[in-house]
């Protein structure tokens, strides 16, 4: 156990405790998680000129997993540069302090808080010595600028202030964590979307919306695999979010519209649906999929297949067919390449045109020929 002086502090009925570390033992037992899907976080966000960076960005990474329990975002090199440089300069001068505010920090395991006999709020907290017991809300950056620091032979004696939680569910911690830093640091909507269905609420069609887009990203046989900007972050073309609120818009029209087994239905074969639907899309429009002068495959053209989404399937069952079957997809849309045809979506021709409304109305512009055509 390492013990520490604290101080309790209970407010609504939640209980916490703010106390002080030094560098080496929060570094110690502070482990550093980032949401993530195997093998698709990308590296650290932030690009650092050849000869700029002091921090061993190499060992530092090892430093930090992945997880898709976690809720952190991807890590920012500049801010931790930043910070390093930051940290030095304090510790060259002697006439500021290197981390003033409190660091937020959870914990599975709980404490254990012995009170003064003279103050009850006022006592020792016992925190079990386990490397990686406790996690960072909020300041992982701060901690993860010490560590490389430490990492680099460069000792800080300094103590490092912290609030600590000890008694948050899952749901409560990243509702927390949503709460400080999704205006204050303006936290990515589609961050956001990650955390929303499963951890932050219990909305299925949230968790499905994140679901469907994740395959469509993860799939290798899908079109767009590797093209979506999953957690806000990677090489895509294409964010995560503008495509979850459009499908979890689309579930809830279903739902009230179709009722209860027309739901059911399309929850069970959402997955297998979107793929094979984008599958058709490109076999539709070859030219447009392939070619960069095209906007297919933008957010806004992407939405609007997604919006029509019931035209299509009411029309796969006129035909007789299994409306989540890729042929039946193929055959029921088959129409849109006599009737748009390729050049519809030419970024400089009707499209730029069309684009004058905003991306909200192309949308919608986009989604009313679609359906025509259908007919």
Known sequence: MITVHAHRVKQFGVEFYQASFSAKDIDRLVKFEVLGYAGSIPKPTGKTGPGRSR?????LEKRISESETAYQRPVIRRKIDELVAYYRECKEAGTLPAIPGAVIITSEKRFTFTPMSSHHDLGLLQIPEEQGVLRVLDGQHRLLALHAMSQAGEQMSIEVPAV????????QIVELFVTINAKHTRLNPSHIISLSGRKLYPDPNQALA???VRSLNEDETSPLHGQIKMLGT???????????????????TVEKIGGAARIQELRQGAKRFFLNYVKAIVGVFPTAWAGRKY????????RAFIRVTPDIMARGRELRRDPFDFHAIRETIKPWGERLRDRRFETEGEWKQKLAGGTRGTVEVLARELRDALR
């Open 234 to 252: 990677g090489r895509g073309s294409v964010s995560q979010a503008p495509l979850a609120e459009e499908i979890v818009e689309l579930l809830e």
């Open 210 to 212: 994140h679901d469907v």
């Open 55 to 59: 921090v061993n960005w190499e060992v």
């Open 164 to 171: 600590l939680f000890d008694a948050l569910d899952a749901r």
């Open 295 to 302: 906007s297919i495959r933008t957010g806004a053209a992407l």
